[in-house]
């Protein structure tokens, strides 16, 4: 799945191998088009869809008996379930707690499956997209966490999201990079031996 091009991801790979070269830290991207597949809740809002039928035949007095009633049921949880499946709607229908909920849990599942824990200074950091929830967060590894609170990284991730609002993945993606270059600088410089450890390429999910 390719979300950006490959000159984009080119500018992405170039940004994070210039941060890393005067750092010990390591900087992972890992993009998901989505963290779930959302699809009992879409069925579920099609099933009371269709079980509201026989009390719009009461209530409007429609002249269904009870078995046009059945079968416009069946027809109408058929085709709800085909319509809130669709991207464009299907995420309207989840509340945001939920795709929030499922985001960060995935961004945590890639922090440890991308091996941002395994730096021998603990000082990775993952910046994780989750496209179709509009969700971004930074995760750093426990040396950085010493020296930065979680809260110092929410200016980045509130300026990601609004590029990535706007479609502009990449200068999201290159903008909070250099935030993290800004503190891996000051907090974790280059020894003489700084061998890259970890992927600089963007990681699609």
């Known amino acids: 799945m390719a979300f950006l091009t490959a000159q984009e991801k080119a500018k992405i790979r170039f940004a994070i191998a210039e941060a890393e070269a005067r750092t010990c830290g390591e900087i992972v991207t890992v993009i998901a088009h989505a963290s779930d597949s959302y699809r009992y809740i879409p069925t579920l809002w099609a099933a009371l869809l269709a079980l509201s039928i026989p009390g719009l035949n009461?209530?409007?007095?429609?002249?269904?008996?009870?078995?046009?009633?059945?079968?416009?049921?069946?027809?109408?949880?058929?085709?709800?379930?085909?319509?809130?499946?669709?991207?464009?709607?299907?995420?309207?229908?989840?509340?945001?707690?939920?795709?929030?909920?499922?985001?960060?849990?995935q961004a945590r599942e890639q922090f440890f499956a991308q091996g941002v824990h395994t730096t021998p200074d603990r000082a990775g950091i993952l910046i994780f997209v989750s496209v179709a929830?509009?969700?971004?967060?930074?995760?750093?590894?426990?040396?950085?966490?010493?020296?930065?609170?979680?809260?110092?990284?929410?200016?980045?991730?509130?300026?990601?999201?609004?590029?990535?609002?706007?479609?502009?993945?990449?200068?999201?993606?290159?903008?909070?990079?250099?935030?993290?270059?800004?503190?891996?600088?000051?907090?974790?410089?280059?020894?003489?031996?700084?061998?890259?450890?970890?992927?600089?390429?963007?990681?699609?999910?």
């Not at 049921?73 to 939920?98: E, G, H, N, Y």
């Not at 031996?193 to 600089?200: A, F, G, Q, S």
């Open 58 to 105: 009461f209530l409007f007095g429609t002249p269904l008996d009870r078995a046009l009633t059945y079968q416009a049921q069946v027809l109408v949880f058929i085709a709800a379930t085909w319509l809130f499946q669709q991207d464009a709607l299907k995420m309207r229908l989840i509340p945001k707690s939920v795709r929030h909920r499922r985001a960060s849990l």
């Open 133 to 205: 929830e509009h969700y971004v967060e930074i995760i750093a590894d426990e040396a950085l966490r010493a020296h930065v609170s979680d809260d110092a990284w929410q200016e980045a991730i509130d300026e990601f999201i609004a590029l990535l609002k706007q479609g502009d993945t990449t200068a999201g993606f290159l903008s909070a990079i250099n935030r993290c270059r800004e503190v891996l600088w000051a907090h974790f410089p280059a020894d003489r031996e700084n061998p890259n450890t970890l992927p600089n390429h963007l990681i699609d999910v």
